[in-house]
């Protein structure tokens, strides 16, 4: 089993900057992709970034230039750099993790990411 624990989120001003944490323990392939998804209000949960352990990295077109993933592997840590957040951004973000030879996903509980103005 693997658990994922989340910290970072709050409520910010438009244009200021969170970093979201995501730390996993447990049962861990070195072969994985972290990342990070939202769900909006009323709406599905959608990609914001994936990072595989080898270094491949994947944006959501909508944070493009202003979101940077990024990961510790000797930690299992994945993190997410939230520059210029906009009210669109407001939404429970879910760290996500993926393991490549077990084909097993696990989640965080989400946390919530409030921007005002």
């Known amino acids: 089993q693997v658990q994922l624990v989340e910290s970072g989120g709050g409520l910010v001003q438009a244009g200021r900057s969170l970093r979201l944490s995501c730390a996993a323990s447990?049962?861990?392939?070195?072969?994985?992709?972290m990342g990070w998804y939202r769900q909006a209000p009323g709406k599905q949960r959608e990609l914001v970034a994936t990072?595989?352990?080898?270094?491949?990295?994947n944006y959501a077109d909508s944070v493009k230039g202003r979101f940077t993933i990024s990961r510790d592997n000797a930690k299992n840590t994945v993190y997410l750099q939230m520059n210029t957040l906009k009210p669109e951004d407001t939404a429970v973000y879910y760290c996500?993790?993926?393991?490549?030879?077990?084909?097993?996903?696990?989640w965080g509980q989400g946390t919530q990411v409030t921007v005002s103005s």
């Open positions: 990072m595989h352990s080898r270094g491949i990295t």
């Open positions: 447990g049962s861990i392939f070195s072969l994985n992709t």
């Open positions: 996500n993790m993926r393991s490549q030879l077990s084909d097993t996903t696990y």
